[in-house]
């Protein structure tokens, strides 16, 4: 038979050290990946949003460049004064009525998870499996 190691107590210390500082470093690694995944989640909504409102933005811009080439004619102009500003012709009457307001844009949706609480999480798991070990023993 072989014969066994004596494991002395400064190799029990140090094990438990390097383990210890082992077992730290991959809680935060894995905070930290946890956050990064987090902020590519909130990023990607958020830029979904803009190329959303980019596409009404650009489509408002065409229909302005439009009312302004058709606002350059003036049976048009006087129309739109007629229709929009309450102006009138000699013996015409103006009815004044309640237009619809517009539709609130959409927000997108974002995880609200601070920095902070993900690395008291993380230190939470570290004292527990600080005391676990420490029960072991």
Not at 25 to 47: A, C, Q
Not at 94 to 116: A, C, G, L, R, S
């Amino acid at each position: 038979m072989a014969k066994r190691r004596k494991v002395t107590k400064a190799s029990k210390r140090r094990l438990a050290l390097f383990g210890t500082i082992s077992v730290a470093m991959i809680v935060y690694f894995f905070t930290m990946l946890s956050v990064y995944v987090i902020r590519i989640y909130n990023l990607k909504e958020e830029e979904a949003a803009l190329k959303e409102n980019l596409v009404t933005l650009q489509a408002k811009e065409k229909s302005l460049k439009t009312q302004i080439e058709k606002l350059k004619d003036k049976d048009y102009l006087a129309k739109y004064a007629r229709e929009n500003y309450q102006y009138s012709k000699s013996g015409e009457l103006v009815f004044q009525m309640e237009e619809e307001k517009e539709v609130k844009e959409k927000k997108p949706k974002k995880i609200n998870i601070d920095t902070n609480y993900i690395l008291a999480i993380g230190g939470f798991i570290i004292l527990l499996l600080f005391i676990h070990w420490f029960r072991k023993k």
